[in-house]
């Protein structure tokens, strides 16, 4: 039954969503969407993030998510809502290619982007999942936990699936980059100064 049910879903996509080659959507859309998969008894998680500079992790992340029912909804931040939360140089990626590569990966079905100016738990509550995904790094309090039960079946925290995190990538090449330039740029400088002071004199 369920692979029947499956099968359904599968048409039902391939005819619905993935004209041109792509399951990105805007709110109005993934709500229609998640309404007939619901319809057809499907299980939806629900997992949100960044997704800048993809790696290995997000993609062991996605499969394991998405093990957890049958279509796997990704909310990614826009780069408004990145640069409120980590600064003004990120993301690095910006959103339009984050979107596009996280539909690329094999367990995503769905895409939407999440804006600056929605409301707190705004995709959670439109599309209520059966199952959110989240990572213990986003640590939600007994509190929230509590409230997030109105909006979802059941929340799941999953370990990081890589050793090393984007943000620690970033610092990692921040700081390459800083060593070589000093490397290069000091010999160029001193030889200016030396220049500056033979002229003076």
Partial sequence: MKKKVQERMGAFIESELMLGGKSILDNKRLKE?????KGLGL??????GSWDMIHIGHARYMQEAKKHGDLLVVGVDSDEKIKSRKGPERPIVPQDERMEMVAHLKHVD?????ELSDPKWHMIKLVCPDVL???????????????????????????????TSTSAKIRSMQI??????????TPKLLKVIEEAIAGVK
């Fill in 133 to 163: 995904i989240a990572t213990k790094r986003q640590g939600y309090s007994k509190s929230e936990l509590q409230e997030l039960k109105k909006y979802c079946g059941k929340v799941v925290m999953l370990e990081s699936q890589a050793t």
């Fill in 43 to 48: 299980k939806i998680v629900l997992t949100q």
């Fill in 176 to 185: 390459n980059t800083a060593k070589k330039l000093e490397r290069s740029l």
């Fill in 33 to 37: 969407i998640i309404g007939h998969c």
């Fill in 110 to 114: 769905l895409v939407a982007l999440k």
